[in-house]
Every structure is written in C-alpha cells, then in structure tokens.
C-alpha cells in the first residue's frame, strides 16, 4: 500500500515565510546591523578622537559674546561657509562647536555625496576665539555609518523607503521565528533554552542553535530597535505610535515665532536670547542657537537637558531684532505620543538607559547581524545535505 503524504502543517507554511523573507532582506539586515554596532558609541569614540579640539585647557573667567564670536569665526572661514549655528555646552572646559551646513538644492543626484555642498563642525575656544579644529563632517566616518544606517547613502525619501519595509519584514520574520521557535513539550523546551552542545555536536547543529537560541533571547531588543528604526521611515508609523501614546488625533499644537522687523538700531539679540537661555535652564547640559533663515524668522534655542541623551529637551524662540521671548515651550508641555516621539533615538541606540543601554544595543544588533547568517548556512545546509542524498 502507498503511503499516505503527510499533511503540512501551519509551522511548515510559516517556515516558508520566514525563510523567503530571509532571503528577500537579510542584506539590508545584515548593513543594518553592522551599521548600528558601528554608530552605538560614536559619541563617545569621536570625542576621544577629537579631545585636542573639544577641550580648553586653562579657561577665563568670562566667554566671548556669542555674537561676536559667531562673526570673529565666520571672518576666518571666509564667505564659502556660512555659519548656520552654534552649540554651547554647559560646561567650562569645552570648546563652542559651530556648524556650518548647507544642502545643494539644485542638485538631481539620488546619492548622499551629491546633495550636500558641505557639513563642517568648528571647534572654538569661547575664552580666546582661537578655532582648534575644523572637521568635515560630510566625509567624516561615523557620519557615511549613520547615513548608510539612515538611507543607504540614498536620497531620503528613496534610501529610508528601502530600509523601512526591509525592516518591517524583519520584524515579521521576527515573530514567525518565535512561532517555529516554540517547543511542543518540556523536553524539546530545555534544548531551545541553553546550548546543549558535546564534543562530537556538528557545526550544523551548532549553528542551528546558535540562530535559534540567541535569536529568541534578543528577540524583545531586536523588535524595539526595529519599531524605533520605523517610526523614521514611515510617516504613517510615527502617527500611530503617536496617536497610541497621546490618546489623541489632534496632532500637536507646535508655534513658529515670527519677528517684528524694525528700523530701530538692532541690538546684539543672539546674546539676550542666550542670556535668557542659560537662566531659564540652568542645570541643561548644552544649548544650541540657530538663526533664522530670512528676515522674519525667529532665533532658536534647543536646550538638551542630559548629555549624549535627547529625550528631555525644551524650546524657545525669539525675536532676531530685539531678543524678545516669543515662543517657549519646555518638556512638561508635551503629552505622551510627543515624548515617545521625542525618545525615539534615544532608544533606538540605548542611549536612554546610558552605558548599560547602548551596550545592550550593541549586543542586540550585532546578534540581528548574526541572524541572516546563520540562517542562510542551515537553510545552505540542507539544500547541500539533498543534493548528497540523491548521488
């Protein structure tokens, strides 16, 4: 009698799931993750690199006016560059950065090199004006990591399209893992636990269990890591993690300050609006001022109340003219869906839960690199172990 084919069941149609797309975005997974293991602690590798530049060695009593120090410094980089901001820390050892940024608008090239004219960061000592050091940010390592990470080097709305839905098939992949994952019994439980491994256990076996055991302990990493890197790709997301944490559809209500334009002499208003600054928030780590683009547009103030750590920041915007506070709004004023929104970096890379959070971020993606690899060897594995059965 012929024997009857045995019925495929649900876990046989999910691995076929969760093998081809492995196969569709395991690539982009695999750059993901490296990428994120690369970008984790650049904060912390590029301020030791760049020490000589970040430090004052024997600090004054008094700084500079921001005022004068933004056009002393504009006047040795000459007119090419044109200073679009300033980020003052709060601390008295370290030097003023200022950045100059500027994107090529005209340009038709779908690539991150060919959109931006220039990215530099001006390091100055706020005591003597002296520049200690100019970095080409647009060139800079961890900045061609970030924007690979971000947009593959792409055009934004192309490269983040791209990394969006290759993510969110690695969190489908993710949860079907999981379900081929989960043991039938007690004795099949103990194996998906721990590693098991003797001295006659196989590489296959090994790295079977290395894909299934590891991936299931960094499984609620990995899924806040993609959750986080999809708020940025899709519009559509950030709303509904918007709308879920704010209990809200009202989106929220967001000033912009406008400036009086005046034919009274025009007083040095980015030293007032710093002034004001640094007495509303006294114990912020570091401020950063930008002025306005045309001539009705207000200066503004970001205010990062924790080091390397954006989650808690404030707001204010005031007249280009006269200084004057015309919008202000600090991290109290936020409801929930904007302070998750506002977190999302933070958590994306750790960096919420400091040291401790950015190495569990590490691990978490240098494991999500791991996963496409060793997936692609057992799935190599068995076609290989086929074609030898049938010689």
Known sequence: MLKKKKKKGIKHWIGKIHLWLGMTSGLIVLLLSVTGCLYVFSVEIT?????????????????????????NTQKEIGNDLKIASVNVYNQPDKTWIFTCFKRNEKAESIFYFGNIDYY?????????????????????????VKFIHWSLLLDIPIGQQIIGWSTFIFV???ITGIILWWPKNKAARKQRFKFQWK???QWKRKNYDIHNIF????????????????????SWFQSIVYVAGSGSLTPPD??????????????????????KVKQKHLTADAFNLSMPADSTGAISAYIQQYRDAYYVNHSMQFDQY????????????KNFGEKLITANYDIHVGAILGIPGKIMAFIGSFICG?????????WYGRKFKKKTNKR
């Open 199 to 201: 001295k006659d256990t």
């Open 120 to 144: 530099k960061r001006i390091y100055v000592n706020p005591y003597t004006g002296k520049i200690q050091g100019i970095y080409d940010e647009k060139t800079d390592f961890f900045n061609i």
């Open 322 to 333: 006269s200084g004057k506070l015309l919008v202000e709004r600090n991290q109290d004023a």
């Open 254 to 275: 967001i000033k912009q300050g406008t400036s009086v334009i005046t034919t009274a002499p025009k007083v040095s208003a980015i030293d007032s609006a710093f002034v």
């Open 370 to 378: 791991m996963l496409p690899v060793t997936g692609f060897l057992i």
């Open 172 to 174: 489908i992949m993710l």
């Open 215 to 234: 991936g299931f302990y960094i499984a609620a990493i990995a899924l806040v890591i993609a959750f986080t890197g999809m708020i940025w790709a899709f």
């Open 47 to 71: 301020n030791v690199l760049r020490s000589d530049a970040m430090y004052v060695t024997a600090p004054a009593t008094h700084t500079i006016p921001v005022s004068q120090l933004w056009e």
